[in-house]
């Protein structure tokens, strides 16, 4: 599997825009982006992920390089419960559900 | 809906006992996967059921761990003759998706764990 780098934590004020970078070098044409994040004591979970274009939903935004080499998750008002290990992950789509390959990720501290 | 279920939430064996941590799935979702989790590290991929397939055990650590699959639904991870080694949370995920293309059905579905602690 392609990997990730990430910072190993990041800070930022409440109710301000987050931007979680993530590179991707090595990244192969069929590998999708995704963004999986753990809050404390709980099990990771789903947050965006994207081929090619930007992506946008209810929890954040995705923004990826025209090279795919690099994006970066954009939450767009940091809560005091967005204080988690955010994960970005690379993962083939192989004709079903596939294995993700969990780094250390991204502590990100909220500053009330 | 009902998330995924794990139970136990906490385990604690000594050295050399087996364990069985034991996983609900969502209800219809045909992919299950474990982790495990060390402290302060991420989580590593284990073992891996799709339907009626052969499970993809790449990750297993060693062969004191297995796992099955009952029914197309819960699965049981066992660990025989624990070590301190094996200390960790076991986290168990569920997914529906089976397309050619990654879609939000793929999405997988973390339970909240099992914390074991091998004395």
């Known amino acids: 599997d392609a990997k990730t780098t990430q910072p190993n934590s990041m800070e930022s004020n409440e109710e301000e825009p987050v931007h979680l970078p993530c590179n991707h070098s090595?990244?192969?044409?069929?590998?999708?982006i995704h963004w999986y994040r753990q809050l404390p004591s709980q099990g990771p979970e789903y947050v965006i992920h994207?081929?090619?274009s930007n992506v946008n939903n209810r929890m954040a935004s995705l923004a990826i390089a025209e090279d795919r080499k690099s994006s970066t998750l954009i939450l767009h008002r940091a809560t005091l419960r967005d204080a988690a290990v955010y994960y970005c992950?690379?993962?083939?789509?192989?004709?079903?559900?596939?294995?993700?390959?969990f780094g250390k990720g991204t502590k990100l501290t909220v500053n009330p | 809906g009902a998330g995924v279920s794990q139970s136990p939430s906490n385990k604690v064996t000594e050295k050399g006992k087996d364990v069985e941590l034991r996983c609900d799935p969502i209800?219809?979702?045909?992919?299950l996967y474990w982790y495990r989790q060390s402290l302060g590290q991420g989580l590593e991929f284990l073992i891996y059921?799709?339907?009626?397939?052969?499970?993809?055990k790449s990750g297993l650590p060693s062969d004191r761990f297995s796992a099955e699959r009952t029914g197309g639904s819960v699965s049981t991870l066992t660990i025989q003759r624990t070590q301190q080694e094996d200390s960790a949370v076991y986290l168990c995920?569920?997914?529906?998706?089976?397309?050619?293309?990654?879609?939000?059905?793929?999405?997988?579905?973390f339970g909240p764990g099992t914390r074991l602690t091998v004395l």
């Open positions: 995920a569920s997914s529906s998706g089976q397309g050619a293309r990654w879609s939000t059905r793929d999405t997988q579905y």
């Open positions: 090595t990244i192969s044409g069929t590998d999708y």
């Open positions: 994207g081929l090619t």
């Open positions: 209800s219809g979702h045909t992919a």
């Open positions: 992950i690379l993962s083939k789509k192989q004709g079903g559900s596939e294995k993700l390959v």
């Open positions: 059921f799709q339907g009626n397939s052969a499970p993809d």
